[in-house]
């Protein structure tokens, strides 16, 4: 009998020393600030925030339990690329000056693009970091970036599409906004921001459809439909889409979304888009409400009207269950069957709108 009871002293106590760790694992600043604090009231307002949570209209239909998600995960797809992938190195003084006028786009992996519309430069989702995670283990970049980021400078704004962490990255955050960069988020997400003592007057929290202005470009929040949390999986800030426009051009930028009415919603709002930066890679047939695959993505830009298509959320980190390359591969045979014009520049390449622009095949050894 005392021996059971030792016993159970010793699991009682591992159980109460992993809690702990646990706990003060999650108080690390990279797992972002407390919600909603003083941000009920705003949160309230909302046409999204319901029941104390932000939900998706219609609601979600999604699995995302462990067991089935991780039996997909191992079914001998070729996740990682078997060679090097090339990058487009940009040297610090190649952004020195952007161009005064038109749209050029620099696609730096992932869901980050470097836009430039008129001298302005606005960044998508930024994630310069070696890992997409709060701690060091996690999924690592599958090339290197084509600038580091001590030599990134010069930028005016970021838009946020949710506070996941191949999207919302708190060291990249910090860097830009020591420069004194704004950051247009989605509501809650500004307190993330806050924990990694980014000034109050660079953060600006917007719900859907809300448009603010910046150095003559208009950054309009629009809907999309994901789900969100650092900690967990609780919806307990807002996941956005965004539109720029100005001087002429137009840019949509999905961030994380799955297929839906806004698209069409956001054309007949704003007109159609010159260029659309839309998610195509991470999905799986059980995450499809929250996570385009390549055939809905090029629907979704039929829906937007949209000129040409740039596809990103692939080939930088290993998330989901597909071939490193299946999203490129489908999306340019959908877009092919569509009549959609697409382009694939390499990672760091610059495209201007305009300017003749040749695809490479780079994605193939």
Same mark, same amino acid.
């Given at each position: $009998?005392?021996?059971?009871?030792?016993?159970?002293?010793?699991?009682?106590?591992?159980?109460?020393?992993?809690?702990? *760790?646990?706990?003060?694992?999650?108080?690390? !600043?990279?797992?972002?600030?407390?919600?909603?604090?003083?941000?009920?009231?705003?949160?309230?307002?909302? !046409?999204?925030?319901?029941?104390?949570?932000?939900?998706?209209?219609?609601?979600?239909?999604?699995?995302?339990?462990?067991?089935?998600?991780?039996?997909?995960?191992?079914?001998?797809?070729?996740?990682?690329?078997?060679?090097?992938? !090339?990058?487009?190195?940009?040297?610090?003084?190649?952004?020195?000056?952007?161009?005064?006028?038109?749209?050029?786009?620099?696609? /730096?992996?992932?869901?980050?693009?470097?836009? %430039?519309?008129?001298?302005?430069?606005?960044?998508?989702?930024?994630?310069? *970091?070696?890992?997409?995670?709060?701690?060091?283990?996690?999924?690592?970049?599958?090339?290197?970036?084509?600038?580091?980021?001590?030599?990134?400078?010069?930028?005016?704004?970021?838009?946020?599409?949710?506070?996941?962490?191949?999207?919302?990255? $708190?060291?990249?955050?910090?860097?830009?906004?020591?420069?004194?960069?704004?950051?247009?988020?989605?509501?809650?997400?500004?307190?993330?921001?806050?924990?990694?003592?980014?000034?109050?007057?660079?953060?600006?929290?917007?719900?859907?459809? %809300?448009?603010?202005?910046?150095?003559?470009?208009?950054?309009?929040?629009?809907?999309?439909?994901?789900? *969100?949390?650092?900690?967990?999986?609780?919806?307990?800030?807002?996941?956005?889409?965004?539109?720029?426009? #100005?001087? #002429?051009?137009?840019?949509?930028?999905?961030?994380?979304?799955?297929?839906?009415?806004?698209?069409?919603?956001?054309?007949?709002?704003?007109?159609?888009?010159?260029?659309? /930066?839309?998610?195509?890679?991470?999905?799986?047939?059980?995450?499809?409400?929250?996570?385009?695959?390549?055939?809905?993505?090029?629907?979704?830009?039929?829906?937007?009207? #949209?000129?040409? /298509?740039?596809?990103?959320?692939?080939?930088?980190?290993?998330?989901?269950?597909?071939?490193?390359?299946? !999203?490129?591969?489908?999306?340019?045979?959908?877009?092919?069957?569509?009549?959609?014009?697409?382009?694939?520049?390499?990672?760091?390449?610059?495209?201007?709108?305009?300017?003749?622009?040749?695809?490479?095949?780079?994605?193939?050894?």
């Amino acid at each position: $009998m005392k021996r059971f009871k030792k016993a159970g002293i010793i699991l009682a106590s591992i159980i109460a020393l992993i809690a702990a *760790s646990v706990y003060i694992i999650f108080q690390l !600043p990279q797992f972002g600030g407390s919600l909603p604090g003083n941000r009920l009231e705003r949160f309230q307002q909302s !046409p999204q925030f319901i029941h104390g949570r932000f939900e998706n209209t219609p609601p979600q239909q999604t699995d995302l339990s462990l067991f089935n998600n991780l039996k997909l995960y191992s079914q001998g797809q070729i996740r990682e690329p078997q060679f090097a992938v !090339p990058v487009v190195q940009l040297e610090a003084n190649t952004l020195k000056n952007p161009p005064g006028q038109g749209l050029r786009t620099i696609w /730096l992996g992932h869901a980050t693009v470097l836009v %430039e519309i008129n001298g302005l430069r606005i960044m998508t989702d930024p994630v310069l *970091s070696e890992v997409a995670s709060p701690v060091p283990i996690g999924p690592h970049r599958l090339h290197p970036s084509p600038i580091a980021l001590e030599a990134l400078s010069g930028i005016d704004a970021v838009v946020i599409s949710h506070d996941h962490y191949d999207h919302l990255d $708190m060291k990249t955050i910090q860097h830009l906004a020591s420069q004194g960069t704004h950051f247009y988020v989605g509501l809650g997400v500004g307190a993330h921001l806050e924990r990694w003592q980014v000034a109050q007057q660079q953060i600006h929290e917007m719900d859907w459809w %809300e448009p603010v202005q910046l150095k003559g470009v208009t950054i309009i929040c629009t809907p999309a439909r994901h789900y *969100s949390g650092r900690k967990s999986m609780d919806n307990s800030t807002l996941w956005a889409s965004w539109l720029l426009q #100005g001087g #002429g051009y137009s840019l949509y930028f999905s961030g994380d979304t799955g297929y839906g009415e806004h698209f069409k919603q956001i054309r007949e709002r704003f007109g159609a888009v010159d260029v659309s /930066l839309m998610k195509v890679g991470a999905y799986g047939d059980t995450w499809l409400d929250i996570h385009m695959n390549p055939e809905s993505a090029v629907q979704a830009q039929v829906d937007l009207g #949209g000129k040409i /298509l740039l596809p990103v959320h692939w080939a930088t980190f290993n998330l989901s269950y597909h071939a490193w390359d299946e !999203p490129i591969l489908r999306t340019l045979a959908a877009a092919k069957s569509k009549g959609i014009t697409i382009i694939t520049p390499q990672v760091g390449e610059p495209f201007e709108m305009g300017k003749p622009f040749e695809n490479k095949v780079w994605y193939k050894p």
